[in-house]
């Protein structure tokens, strides 16, 4: 193991045409010590680990040799991005090109950085629903004045600025917010509601205790909250809304 975790350390420093020094300095070891472990004369401290794959962008498993990952050229950048493209997200909001500075500009700029949450905020407060984390991805192949929002790779809306100016982002997210109530019946899943009945259960002790998962699993409630949503009605009374679940529990002989 000591000479399979040296040569992986001494092939992935050469790839990045880093120096021992280099290296040791980045991770605050000595160089010797560097050299000792790519002669397979002693193996780095745990502790180091994370701060070894940092630098030289492996996964831990690599370094340590376990057989595991997705990325042929063990790459933890690579492998990030192949498993955020693995599965559809609940939110994305797809920008063109015109569209990047002022996305950049309002999650970076102090006033506009927290507008998304904000608006979570304030659908939480009004309707109960919990916006899902939003994903930015630019898409050049978009028009580029134009947005689009997905959710689970559906389009819910698309759209096209005439102009920007200081108030486009706020006004992208304002439609992010809107389209994310009138499709939330389809956006809300099993995460959405666990986060919801972890918060019950914080705020609300006995209401939801025992009750979800262990009686009511959290597929149960998301379709009870779906029907709900599409005949119009309110979830956010989800005291009353799981102590009605719980009755009908009760009531089955």
Request: proline fraction near 4%; charged fraction near 25%; charge should be neutral.
């Amino acid at each position: 193991m000591d000479k399979n975790i040296g040569s992986i350390i001494l092939s992935r420093r050469q790839s990045k045409n880093m120096t021992q020094e280099e290296f040791a300095s980045k991770l605050g070891v000595t160089p010797q010590a560097v050299s000792k472990w790519e002669r397979g004369n002693g193996l780095p401290d745990i502790s180091l680990i994370g701060g070894i794959c940092n630098i030289l962008g492996i996964n831990a498993n690599i370094l340590l040799g376990i057989k595991s990952g997705i990325a042929e050229n063990n790459d933890i950048t690579a492998e990030s991005e192949i498993k955020n493209n693995m599965a559809a997200e609940p939110l994305v909001l797809e920008f063109g090109e015109n569209l990047i500075p002022c996305i950049i500009k309002g999650l970076e700029e102090g006033c506009l950085k927290n507008f998304v949450n904000e608006k979570r905020k304030e659908l939480a407060a009004n309707t109960g629903m919990l916006m899902p984390l939003l994903r930015f991805k630019d898409n050049t192949c978009l028009e580029k004045n134009s947005y689009r929002l997905l959710s689970y790779d559906k389009e819910i809306i698309t759209s096209k600025l005439n102009g920007i100016n200081s108030n486009s982002y706020k006004e992208i997210i304002i439609q992010v917010t809107t389209a994310c109530k009138n499709n939330y019946g389809t956006i809300i899943n099993k995460n959405i509601v666990k986060l919801m009945i972890d918060n019950i259960k914080e705020k609300f002790p006995g209401v939801a205790d025992g009750l979800v998962p262990e009686k009511i699993p959290y597929i149960k409630v998301e379709r009870n909250l779906q029907e709900i949503i599409k005949h119009g009605g309110d979830i956010r009374d989800l005291i009353h809304i799981l102590e009605e679940l719980e009755e009908n529990i009760t009531a089955i002989p």
